[in-house]
Structure formats: structure tokens, C-alpha cells
């Protein structure tokens, strides 16, 4: 940013253009469904390539976001619900310090856009498709569960914004995800 800052909005744009396509090139030559490193927000072990061509994606609707909100300009729905199931991927890695027993689970909705919920094997936590009657839920609007996910609103911003129920150490655990590289 300091460095770019005597740069003139027409070369930022351009360099930004150019950067695109070679982004564009990259991921249209992965094999997205091979192994890849790990995301970071995701936690440490391999992870399959398209989440880290999904975060990548996340990273440019952000910052178009923020762009957007610095402007005064509404914010996009293009994509959100991509964006969003892309953030909710960072669940297990960020429950993964809540000590619960097999079984227990939380259910995260994002209103109009989906609920995942996140369960407690024998050996982690995980993302499943059907874990019976959750013992906590959390049901964010868009708008807050893009803000937190990327650290726009605060933990305790979204609880004010947010309807609870359920084990307060697993929707205080919920409330705190980072879908960000920080």
C-alpha cells in the first residue's frame, strides 16, 4: 500500500487488469479437484485446490465489497451465496479449540442463502450434511456474515445482530469464525 501509493488510479487499474487474466489463466489450468496446501482459515492440512481457487475468488468480492461500502454504492449480490459457502468452510478450524463430545453440533444459517452445520467427530470438528437437532444455532443476515467472516463487524457486533440459541460456548466459538487471511 505505501509503495502504491504514488502510483496514478489509471496504472493501478491496468495493473490490476493484467493481473486478473494471469489469475483467470492459473485457475483454468488447476486441477481443482487435486489436493492442494492449506488454506489458512481452513486449518493446517491439505485441502482439495478449489477451496483455495474459492478463496482466492472471496478475496476479489471483498474488496469489491469494501470498495463498494467506501463509496456509498449498495452492496453486490452477485455471488454472495458462493462467497458465503466458501467463508462457512473456515466452521471446523475455528471450533476446532471447543472441547464437546462426539456428536454435539452447531448449526450456522445464513438467511435466504443456506444453514451448515458443523459437528464434533471422535476426532475433530467437520462439516456435515445431517447432524440431527443441533445443540446451538446462530442465523446471521448476509450482509453481517460477509462482515464478520472477513473482520468488518465484530464478534460482538454479529451476536447483537444475530438470533442464538443453544450451548453459549459453541455460538460464542461460532461467532468468532475468520474466512480471511489475517
Given at each position: 500500500m505505501t509503495a502504491a501509493r504514488r502510483m496514478s488510479p489509471r496504472v493501478l487499474v491496468d495493473l490490476l487488469?493484467?493481473?486478473?487474466?494471469?489469475?483467470?489463466a492459473h485457475w483454468r489450468g488447476a486441477d481443482i479437484d487435486a489436493l492442494?496446501?492449506?488454506?489458512?482459515?481452513?486449518?493446517?492440512e491439505e485441502h482439495p485446490v478449489w477451496l483455495d481457487a474459492a478463496r482466492d475468488f472471496t478475496e476479489y468480492w471483498t474488496?469489491?465489497?469494501q470498495?463498494?461500502?467506501?463509496?456509498?454504492?449498495?452492496?453486490?449480490?452477485?455471488h454472495?451465496?458462493?462467497?458465503?459457502?466458501?467463508?462457512?468452510?473456515?466452521?471446523?478450524h475455528t471450533m476446532r479449540a471447543?472441547?464437546?463430545?462426539?456428536?454435539?453440533?452447531?448449526a450456522f444459517t445464513v438467511t435466504g442463502h443456506g444453514t451448515w452445520t458443523c459437528a464434533r467427530t471422535a476426532e475433530r470438528w467437520a462439516l456435515r450434511d445431517d447432524a440431527g437437532a443441533p445443540d446451538a444455532r446462530v442465523e446471521l443476515d448476509a450482509d453481517s456474515a460477509w462482515r464478520l467472516c472477513t473482520r468488518g463487524i465484530t464478534p460482538d457486533e454479529a451476536a447483537g445482530r444475530a438470533r442464538t440459541g443453544g450451548h453459549p460456548a459453541l455460538v460464542s466459538a461460532a461467532l468468532s469464525i475468520v474466512s480471511i487471511i489475517r
Open positions: 487488469d493484467h493481473v486478473g487474466d494471469e489469475i483467470v492442494g496446501g492449506p488454506v489458512s482459515w481452513a486449518g493446517p474488496h469489491h465489497q470498495i463498494r461500502d467506501a463509496l456509498g454504492l449498495p452492496g453486490l449480490a452477485e454472495v451465496g458462493v462467497v458465503l459457502d466458501t467463508f462457512m468452510r473456515a466452521l471446523p471447543v472441547d464437546a463430545p462426539a456428536g454435539t453440533s452447531l
